[in-house]
């Protein structure tokens, strides 16, 4: 082995001095640590409109037992797609369900509609309809997205076209607007 030029330097060495300064930096660290905490983390959605969201605390509403306004006959209404997210900005979750009807043939129509549920009620009701099912829409994809509701859905040109074969593949939106649901047409949205 060869052996260094430089001679050794005294501060290299380890002592016991050393040790114990070296364990009471550590000892001080981890007890200013557990002084100084940060806050809570707080996490909110932006609502767009500038002003703090509403906490929500409540859970969305559910769709099992609801009776939906759709006419089945002797068949159940199946909720196909569902969605759920403050619409009114009042800090409680409202759902949006897409219904139809199980036809054993065909392409039965959704329906679309807005369940709430009251801080003392005991079960969900609807209190809007976004899509009739008198329209003939199957609808395709619900999201519900900073207090707006948005569908993609399949729709028929004219009376004569086939419930098998949709032509028309169009979307809206709807938003919570002076005590009702406005729909429009989302930006970037073609009708097939």
Same mark, same amino acid.
């Given at each position: 082995?060869?052996?260094?030029?430089?001679?050794?330097?005294?501060?290299?060495?380890?002592?016991?001095?050393?040790?114990?300064?070296?364990?009471?930096?550590? %000892?001080?660290?981890?007890? *200013?640590?557990?002084?100084?905490?940060?806050?809570?983390?707080?996490?909110?959605?932006?609502?767009?409109?500038?002003?703090?969201?509403? !906490?929500?605390t409540a859970a969305a509403p559910t769709?099992?037992?609801?009776?939906?306004?759709?006419?089945?006959?002797?068949?159940?209404? *199946?909720?196909m797609r569902k969605a759920s997210g403050?619409?009114?900005?009042?800090? /409680? !979750?409202?759902?949006?369900?897409?219904?139809?009807?199980?036809?054993?043939?065909?392409? !039965?129509?959704?329906?679309?509609y807005v369940l709430t549920q009251a801080?003392?009620?005991?079960?969900? /009701?609807?209190? %809007?309809?976004?899509? @009739?099912?008198?329209?003939?829409?199957?609808?395709?994809?619900?999201?519900? @997205?900073?207090?707006?509701?948005?569908?993609?859905? *399949?729709?028929?040109?004219?009376? @004569?076209?086939?419930?098998?074969?949709?032509?028309?593949?169009?979307?809206?939106?709807?938003?919570?607007?002076? @005590?009702?649901?406005? /729909?429009?047409?989302?930006?970037?949205?073609?009708?097939?």
């Amino acid at each position: 082995m060869q052996q260094s030029a430089v001679p050794e330097l005294a501060h290299t060495h380890t002592r016991p001095i050393h040790w114990v300064a070296t364990a009471t930096a550590v %000892a001080a660290v981890v007890a *200013l640590s557990s002084v100084l905490q940060p806050g809570p983390a707080t996490a909110a959605q932006a609502s767009g409109t500038g002003a703090p969201p509403a !906490p929500v605390t409540a859970a969305a509403p559910t769709t099992a037992g609801v009776d939906f306004p759709i006419e089945c006959g002797h068949v159940e209404a *199946l909720v196909m797609r569902k969605a759920s997210g403050d619409l009114d900005g009042d800090g /409680r !979750p409202e759902t949006v369900a897409a219904v139809h009807c199980d036809a054993p043939m065909g392409t !039965p129509p959704d329906g679309v509609y807005v369940l709430t549920q009251a801080a003392d009620a005991t079960s969900p /009701r609807v209190v %809007a309809t976004l899509i @009739d099912p008198k329209e003939r829409r199957t609808v395709t994809a619900l999201t519900v @997205d900073d207090g707006t509701v948005l569908a993609d859905y *399949l729709g028929y040109s004219s009376a @004569d076209v086939p419930s098998c074969c949709p032509d028309v593949k169009e979307s809206a939106k709807w938003q919570w607007k002076d @005590d009702t649901f406005i /729909r429009s047409t989302p930006a970037g949205a073609h009708t097939v």
